[in-house]
């Protein structure tokens, strides 16, 4: 995975001035654009939508501060005009292009990344392949945007909003694994963007053949095999840290890699309070 994402760093720097189809890299590289875009954003921190405007307006800045004319340089990074190129160029420097021909600066600079792996193997992770026949999600869904880290105000905030005993009736609809409560998240932007909406389930796992109330929100997951973290500590830090450490550490190091569809966390047993918690990271994997 690290060579494979080396060579899309490699292909941007290529492609600054152009168009760059990702999905056919990754179709040479043999793997998916979906687990691409995914294990980028989770390694260097920030979508590669971001990272190649970023680049594209850290190298513009030297034409900006050339004599070629702002259209002709706003045409070349693949602007329409030099209002939407300023508005990008704007977004990096804190400046706009006319700013920075006339005072020399300020400019931010985003280096080109280069992907290493660290083995540490400090913390074993605690993983199971499972095989799993289709099954169907059921519970109260709503729209809420990603936050990294730290506790969801707005899931927190939806599933306050429920009913005192309407976690006691999913969970006795549940009749198959992932077991118990889940927080399901679902049409999630593949380049993992901070802010970016998702489709978060607080419900059960429930068989096809399962009916399912008409007053609760159904998502079908078709039949394939995941990789399950089991997780226990502090909550949600450590749940989180785990979701990390599958990018830096686990799909690395195995011959496994994302495919589209919900990540589940199946809540096994907590503190009173949610302090702590044993927690099941539920992610939809492929052989690479």
């Known amino acids: ?20 189809d990702v999905a056919s890299l990754a179709s040479q590289l ?14 260097a921190g920030m979508p590669l939508s971001e990272y190649i405007r970023r680049r594209r307006m850290s190298v513009a800045a030297a034409d900006v501060l050339g004599e070629s004319d702002l259209l002709s340089i706003a045409v070349r990074y693949g602007y329409g005009s030099t209002e939407a190129f300023g508005r ?35 913390t074993p992770m605690d993983t199971r392949i499972a095989d799993r026949p289709a099954f169907r999600l059921i519970g109260h869904a709503t729209r809420v ?17 429920l009913p005192a005993g309407e ?12 077991t118990g409560l889940l927080q399901v998240s679902a049409d999630v932007d593949p380049d993992y963007t901070e802010g970016s909406r998702l489709t978060y389930l607080h419900g059960v796992a429930v068989t096809e053949q399962t009916p ?13 095999t995941w990789a399950v973290f089991r ?58």
């Open 145 to 161: 945007p990603l936050i990294h880290e730290g506790v969801n105000p707005h899931i927190q905030a939806h599933i306050a909003s």
């Open 88 to 122: 990008a160029f704007r977004s990096v420097h804190g400046a706009g292009p006319s700013d920075i021909r006339r005072d020399g600066g300020p400019l931010r600079t985003q280096p080109q990344l280069r992907f290493r792996l660290t083995v540490e193997g400090s």
């Open 1 to 20: 995975m690290i060579a494979e994402l080396n060579r899309l760093a490699e292909l941007v720097e290529d492609h600054l001035d152009d168009r760059i």
């Open 167 to 178: 976690h006691a009736r999913l969970k006795a609809l549940g009749d198959t694994e992932p």
């Open 212 to 224: 399912s109330p008409d007053d609760l929100d159904t998502l079908e997951v078709p039949a394939g």
């Open 231 to 288: 997780v226990e500590g502090e909550y949600p830090r450590a749940l989180q840290s785990t979701w990390a450490a599958t990018a830096t550490e686990w799909f690395p190091s195995n011959p496994w890699r994302l495919r589209p569809g919900p990540s589940i966390v199946s809540v096994l047993d907590r503190a009173a309070d949610f302090s702590t918690a044993t927690c099941e990271l539920w992610l939809p994997v492929e052989r690479a």
């Open 30 to 43: 043999g793997t998916t654009e979906y687990h691409l875009r995914r294990m980028f954003s989770s390694l």
